[in-house]
């Protein structure tokens, strides 16, 4: 009961002298300002991170774009699984030779459950589609698309 009633005289003064916003309501307009500066320094570094891995970068003529697919949506789950149970891990992980349609499948319908669980739950649990997002977004450059 005293924290409460600290917290609310603390509260009620700072909005007397200024110092706390009184409406927490914020314009979509300054929200887009304050997180451009961001978005410009990611951008820079995307750019400056192709550049200089142009030479790592594997054409199209060494593997075709359905081979890419593959590859990124197994390689989704496997990192996915290595993240749960860390075993095995190496430093560079070689392509298969050949590429096992039902692995594949199944690996595509984990990605797309878990996507579309994450919109699903978008209202209530926010964080579940961040966190997953942000997961693909951060394993996108290692996926070879």
């Known amino acids: 009961m005293f924290f409460r009633r600290t917290f609310t005289i603390a509260d009620a003064s700072e909005q007397e002298a200024g110092l706390a916003p009184v409406s927490p309501r914020v314009s979509l307009a300054r929200l887009a300002a304050e997180k451009l500066p961001m978005i410009v320094l990611s951008a820079v570094s995307s750019v400056l991170t192709i550049w200089a891995q142009s030479r790592a970068v594997v ?23 290595k993240m749960i149970w860390p075993s095995k891990l190496v430093v560079f992980c070689p392509l298969p ?11 595509g319908l984990v990605v797309i459950g878990l996507s579309v669980a994450a919109v699903w739950q978008v209202r209530k649990r926010p964080y579940l589609a961040t966190g997953w997002f942000w997961f693909l977004g951060h394993w996108c450059p290692s996926s070879a698309l």
């Open 97 to 107: 030779q050949v590429w096992v349609i039902w692995q594949v499948a199944t690996a």
């Open 59 to 81: 054409s199209l003529a060494y593997m075709s774009f359905a081979e890419r697919l593959c590859n990124a949506v197994y390689s989704y789950n496997h990192y996915l699984a």
